[in-house]
């Protein structure tokens, strides 16, 4: 009698695409040599910025008029460029922190937003996010990051079906890319 073949499970997360993007965007932003706070803040603006185009590109949302939309009051002290997104900073007693409607994004709350939508598999998922960041020089991570994100991001439904629609996440995927 022989012993039931052993299958290697993979280990999979339910979770929506948004809180992804993020960690890996902040994942890249540190790979990059941000510190970790300014990397959580500069990776929320990047799945923030996606997000909104995405919706405009559905039809969920549309631009106001110019003649409707407030001033910005903040000027950004530079622009840095993540994920194709050009992302608006400021410099703070803190560090870098990215602007999002005229407000600082805390990177204290981005970090809950990520404990939340990851669960226990957070540590787990970001290791396996700085591990295929590591396999890239810093150059090449800047041009191919967001085309690895679409490699290992959730699956979902398409159109405005699979808006906020949780997919799975396959975290051997990720360490398995290249």
């Known amino acids: 009698m022989s012993l039931p073949r052993q299958v290697k499970m993979s280990k999979t997360i339910a979770i929506n695409r948004a809180p992804v993007l993020t960690l ?5 932003a540190e790979r990059m040599g941000y510190k970790w706070d300014e990397a959580l803040s500069l990776g929320q603006c990047v799945a923030g910025k996606t997000a909104h185009s995405k919706a405009k590109t559905l039809g969920l949302r549309q631009d106001k008029p110019d003649a409707e939309k407030k001033p910005a009051t903040r000027k950004p002290d530079e622009l840095i460029e993540l994920c194709g997104r050009q992302i608006a ?3 703070t007693k803190n560090g870098l922190r990215a602007l999002n409607c005229d ?3 805390d990177p204290a709350a981005v ?5 939340k939508a990851f669960g226990e598999y957070l540590d787990e998922v970001t290791e396996a996010m700085r591990k295929l960041a590591s396999k890239h020089k810093v150059d090449d991570l800047c041009q191919r990051a967001f085309g690895l994100y679409e490699k290992f991001r959730p699956v979902v439904d398409y159109g405005v079906k699979g808006w906020g629609q ?7 995927r990720i360490t398995a890319l290249e």
């Open 103 to 105: 407000k600082e994004t």
């Open 111 to 115: 970090q809950r937003y990520l404990a």
């Open 166 to 172: 949780k997919g799975t996440l396959d975290i051997e």
């Open 89 to 91: 900073v400021i410099r």
């Open 24 to 28: 890996w965007a902040a994942v890249v």
